[in-house]
C-alpha cells in the first residue's frame, strides 16, 4: 500500500433512511492498487455506502474524494465518468441486447457515442477484454442466453471497457460455484495489479480472507476497524462483524436408520417459468426427522423443485407420495392437507401477503376451518394471532400490524408460525435464511431442527454452505435440474464439484 | 386486369392501411420506449377533426392547405398524449386506466364530438382532400399501377416513417437507448440515460402519428367529419403492434391486411358476391380479428417470447429511498 493519496477516500458519511441511519459518520478508504473488503452483516450499512459511493443515493452528511479530488455524484453516470463501476447484485444489464450491445449502452466515450452505431464494432475489443482478464463471453451472445456467471462476467467486462478506476463489487459469489468464485478471486487481483481499486462487499469470512489485501468492518452502520487482511483471522474478523462471539447450531448426528420415508419422489419432472423444464426427473426420498439439505448455485431448479413438491407448481411427470399416498399434482390444498408445510423462498412476495395484516396472514392455510361460513372469525383470528405472536416470539406492535411493516426475521416467524400449525409432516424450507441477520438465523435454524425432532422430514434448500454444513442429515446437490448425492458429507470440494456439474472421482 | 378483386383489394387495403400504419408507428414507438397507450383511438379523433378544422378554415393553395392540416393533427395528437405522458410517467398512473381514460375523453361523445359539432363540421364535405400523387400514365401499369402509383402523398410519407423509425430503432445511439429504456430502465438509468425524458419524447411522438392518422382519415380516406369517424381504428392500431411483434416492417404488412380488410365488404357487394350475410360478416372482420390477436398474445409469456418489451406498462421508480 502506497503512503500516497487514496484512490477512494470517504469521509464521514452519514445515511438516514426513515427509521434507520444506515451509515453513521461512516469513514472509509481504499488505496490504488488494493483488493479492498467490506465486510458486514446484512443490513450492516455496506450496501448503502456503496450506492453513496456509486451516485446511486446522496449522502446526507460527509464527503468524497477520489484520488484527493472532492467528487458530488448526481446519478451513477456522474460516478461511471469519474472511473467508480459497481457490480450490483442484481445486474443492471439489457436481457434482450447482447454482450455487445450492452457494452455500447453505456459507452459515451468510443464507438457508442456516435448518433450511428455499430454494436459489432466493438465486438472485437470485447473479446480482447476477456482474453486479458480471463473473463471469456461471446460478445454476440444475447444475455439471456448466458448464465448468472457468465453475466456476471459481462457486468465486470463493461466496468473495464468504461476504464474504471474503482470497481466495486456487491456480494459477487453469491451466483458463483467455490470454483468459479476462484477464478473471479484471480481476475480481481490482476485488475487490482495494475493500479485499479477493487471494493469486495461481501459477508463470508473466507472469501475476505482469501481476496482481500485489507478489510473494513462495518457493524450497525457504524466502521468498527480496518485491519490488514494478513493480521486477521477468520474468529477475529467474525466477532468483529457481530460484536460478540459467533453461536452457531450445529446439528448432532442422529441414528435414523429405523425411520421409513415420509416423503417420496420419483422422477419427477417439473418446468420453469420460461416453460423449459427445470426440475429434470428428481427421485428422493427423506424420512421422519431427517434434514435433507439442498445445496446448489441459485437457479439450478431448487425453487422450481420447492414450488413442486408444495404443490404450487404442477409437475409434468413422475409421482410426489407422503406416507406412501400420492399426491394430485399441482394442487396446493392437497398438500398441505397431506401434511407438506412451505416455507417459500421470497417472504414478502409469495410467503406472506404484504398489505394484510399479520393476523390474516397467520390465517392464509387455515380461514376454511375456522371461519363461520363465509364469515371471518376476526376476533378469534386476533387471539390466534396474539398467541403467536408470543410463542413464536414474534416483533410486532400487534396483530392488526400490516406484514409489509415486519422486518425479514419477523416476516420468517410469521410464515413459519402458520406452516408449522397441524400435523407437519413435510416441511420444505427455500433459502429460509436469506438476507435475515444472525440472530434471525439462529432462530430460524433453532425451529427446523425443533422440526426435525418432531419427526417432520426437512427439505433445506439453500445456497449458504455454511447453513448447509451446520443442519444436514444428508446432502444432495442440485445442477441445472438433477439432484446428486454427496458422499462424504464434510467434503466441501466435493459439494463444489457437484454444484459445478462435475462427478468427483471415485476412490 | 385492374379492376381484378385482388388487385382492388390489395389497394384499397394500402389505402385503408395507411392511417393504421401511422398509428401503430406511433403506438410502437411509445411501447418500445415502455408505455403503454390505449388512447390511440382518442388520439385519432382529435387529429382527424382538427385536421378537417384546419382544411375548412385556412384558405390557401391546396397543397399548403392540406400540409398544415396534418401538421395541425398531429399538434392535436400530441397535446392529447402529454396528458398521457403527464399521467403515467411523472404520476406513474396506472397506464391502461389512463388511456382508457383519454379515449374515452376524447371520443365519439366526448371532446372531438363537441369540437366537430361546436365548429359546425359536420355533413359538409372536404375543401380539400389528398389525392394520387403520381401521373395517370404511370396509374394505369398493370397491377402495379393501383397499387403502388396510385396512392396519396400520405402513402408514400408513410413508407419512408417505416423506413425512418426501422433505423432508428436498430441503428441508431437514441434507438439503442430508448430500446433499453423500454427493456429494462434501471439498467438504462444506471448507464446515465434519461428513463423519463425518452419516455416523455416517444409517447409525445407517438401521439403526432396517432394524430396524423386520424387526420389521414378525414382529408384522405373519407374526406369528411362525421361523429366517431375512426370507427375502432386505434385499437386496430395497437392490436397491430403486438401482431407485428414490435417491428416496424411487419406494421406495414398487418396495416395492409387489414386496411384490405376493412374494403372487403364494399368490394364484395360491389361485385355482387354474396356469402352470407355478407356485410356483417366482413365488416365485424376486422374487429373480430383484433380480438382473437389480443387473446392469442395476452397473456405474459406469449408477450415476453413475441418480443414485447419488458418493462412495458411499468412505471420507474428509482430505488433512491
Not at chain 1, 419422489?265 to 427423506?286: N, Q, T
Not at chain 2, 382532400?129 to 393501383?146: E, I, R
Amino acid at each position: 500500500m502506497s503512503a500516497a493519496v487514496p484512490a477512494v477516500s470517504m469521509r464521514g458519511i452519514t445515511k438516514r433512511f426513515p427509521g434507520v441511519v444506515a451509515n453513521d459518520r461512516v469513514d472509509f478508504e481504499a488505496a490504488a492498487g488494493e483488493v479492498h473488503a467490506l465486510l458486514g452483516e446484512n443490513g450492516a450499512g455496506k450496501t448503502t455506502l456503496s450506492h453513496i459511493l456509486t451516485g446511486l443515493y446522496h449522502a446526507d452528511e460527509g464527503r468524497i474524494l477520489l484520488s484527493g479530488e472532492p467528487v458530488a455524484f448526481q446519478s451513477p453516470r456522474d460516478a461511471i465518468d469519474a472511473g467508480v463501476c459497481m457490480v450490483h447484485q442484481h445486474f443492471r444489464l439489457v436481457e434482450r441486447f447482447t454482450v455487445a450491445e450492452n457494452l455500447v449502452l453505456g459507452d459515451r466515450r468510443g464507438a457508442g457515442r456516435r448518433f450511428r452505431i455499430d454494436p459489432r464494432a466493438v465486438e472485437s475489443q470485447v473479446r480482447e477484454l476477456g482474453q486479458r482478464y480471463h473473463l471469456p463471453v461471446d460478445p454476440h451472445a444475447h444475455i439471456w442466453q448466458l448464465s448468472v456467471g457468465e453475466q456476471q462476467r459481462v457486468e465486470i467486462l463493461n466496468a473495464l471497457y468504461q476504464d474504471a478506476r474503482v470497481l466495486i463489487l456487491d456480494e459477487p459469489t453469491a451466483v458463483l460455484t467455490p470454483e468459479e468464485s476462484e477464478t473471479l478471486f484471480t481476475t480481481l487481483r490482476e485488475i487490482a495489479a495494475e493500479g485499479r481499486t477493487v471494493v469486495f462487499i461481501s459477508h463470508k469470512l473466507h472469501e475476505v480472507k482469501a481476496v482481500s489485501d485489507r478489510v473494513t468492518v462495518l457493524r450497525a452502520g457504524k466502521v468498527v476497524a480496518t485491519v490488514p487482511t494478513a493480521d486477521a483471522t477468520p474468529q477475529s474478523l467474525a466477532s468483529l462483524m457481530i460484536g460478540h462471539d459467533v453461536e452457531t447450531v450445529q446439528r448432532t448426528a442422529r441414528d435414523l436408520d429405523g425411520e421409513g420415508a415420509v416423503l417420496e419422489m420419483s422422477d419427477v419432472w417439473a418446468d420453469g417459468d420460461r416453460g423449459a423444464p427445470a426440475v429434470k426427473g428428481v427421485s428422493l426420498a427423506v424420512r421422519a426427522g431427517e434434514i435433507v439439505a439442498v445445496a446448489g448455485v441459485a437457479g439450478n431448479g431448487q425453487r422450481e423443485l420447492a414450488e413442486t413438491i408444495a404443490g404450487v407448481r404442477p409437475s409434468t411427470k413422475g409421482a410426489i407420495r407422503v406416507d406412501g399416498r400420492l399426491l394430485k399434482r399441482g394442487d396446493v390444498r392437497a398438500a398441505f392437507d397431506a401434511g407438506i408445510r412451505y416455507v417459500p423462498e421470497d417472504r414478502l412476495g409469495t410467503g406472506v401477503s404484504p398489505s394484510l395484516s399479520l393476523a390474516m396472514n397467520l390465517e392464509l392455510r387455515s380461514y376454511r376451518e375456522s371461519s363461520f361460513g363465509p364469515l371471518l372469525r376476526l376476533r378469534r383470528m386476533r387471539a390466534n394471532a396474539e398467541k403467536a405472536i408470543e410463542e413464536f416470539n414474534i416483533r410486532a406492535p400487534g396483530p392488526d400490524v400490516q406484514a409489509a411493516n415486519l422486518s425479514g426475521g419477523n416476516l420468517q416467524k410469521v410464515v413459519i408460525a402458520r406452516e408449522f400449525a397441524g400435523e407437519m409432516k413435510v416441511l420444505v424450507a427455500a433459502s429460509p435464511t436469506r438476507g435475515l441477520d444472525v440472530s434471525a438465523v439462529a432462530t430460524v435454524h433453532s425451529y427446523l431442527l425443533q422440526a426435525a425432532g418432531r419427526g417432520t422430514a426437512v427439505v433445506l434448500l439453500s445456497e449458504d454452505l455454511d447453513e448447509i454444513l451446520a443442519l444436514n442429515d444428508r446432502i444432495v446437490v442440485m445442477y441445472e435440474g438433477r439432484l446428486s448425492e454427496v458422499r462424504n458429507r464434510d467434503s466441501i470440494e466435493e459439494i463444489g464439484l457437484r454444484m459445478a456439474g462435475e462427478e468427483p472421482d471415485s476412490g | 386486369m385492374n379492376n381484378s378483386l385482388l388487385v382492388v383489394l390489395v389497394a384499397s387495403g394500402v389505402t385503408y392501411g395507411t392511417p393504421l400504419l401511422f398509428a401503430a408507428l406511433g403506438e410502437l414507438l411509445a411501447e418500445r420506449s415502455g408505455v403503454l397507450n390505449l388512447g390511440v383511438e382518442g388520439m385519432m379523433l382529435v387529429g382527424a377533426v382538427m385536421g378537417f378544422w384546419t382544411v375548412e378554415r385556412v384558405h390557401a393553395n391546396a397543397g399548403l392547405t392540406l400540409a398544415l392540416a396534418i401538421v395541425v393533427g398531429a399538434v392535436a395528437g400530441t397535446a392529447m398524449a402529454a396528458i398521457h405522458a403527464f399521467l403515467v410517467v411523472t404520476l406513474r398512473a396506472n397506464q391502461i386506466v389512463s388511456g382508457l381514460a383519454l379515449t374515452i375523453f376524447a371520443g365519439a361523445v366526448g371532446l372531438s364530438s363537441y369540437l366537430g359539432n361546436n365548429l359546425n363540421l359536420a355533413d359538409i364535405p372536404a375543401t380539400h382532400s389528398f389525392h394520387a400523387l403520381l401521373p395517370k400514365g404511370m396509374q394505369n401499369l398493370p397491377v402495379v399501377g393501383p397499387i403502388l402509383f396510385g396512392q396519396n402523398i400520405l402513402v408514400y410519407v408513410s413508407w419512408l416513417c417505416v423506413i425512418a423509425v426501422g433505423l432508428y430503432l436498430s441503428r441508431t445511439r437514441p434507438g439503442l437507448n430508448v430500446r433499453a429504456v423500454g427493456e429494462s430502465p434501471a439498467a438504462a438509468d444506471t448507464m446515465g440515460i434519461n428513463v423519463t425524458a425518452y419516455r416523455y419524447a416517444h409517447t409525445l411522438v407517438g401521439g403526432a402519428f396517432a394524430g396524423v392518422a386520424g387526420a389521414s382519415i378525414t382529408l384522405a380516406i373519407t374526406p369528411q367529419w362525421v361523429d366517431g369517424i375512426t370507427g375502432g381504428a386505434g385499437w386496430i392500431a395497437i392490436a397491430l403492434v403486438i401482431f407485428s411483434f414490435w417491428r416496424p416492417e411487419l406494421c406495414l404488412v398487418g396495416a395492409y391486411f387489414f386496411g384490405a380488410l376493412q374494403s372487403l365488404a364494399p368490394q364484395l357487394q360491389a361485385r355482387n358476391i354474396s356469402l352470407g350475410p355478407t356485410v356483417l360478416w366482413t365488416n365485424s372482420l376486422p374487429y373480430v380479428m383484433t380480438i382473437v390477436v389480443l387473446v392469442v398474445v395476452s397473456s405474459g409469456t406469449a408477450r415476453r417470447r413475441l418480443g414485447a418489451p419488458s418493462a412495458l406498462g411499468v412505471p420507474y421508480v428509482r430505488e433512491e429511498h
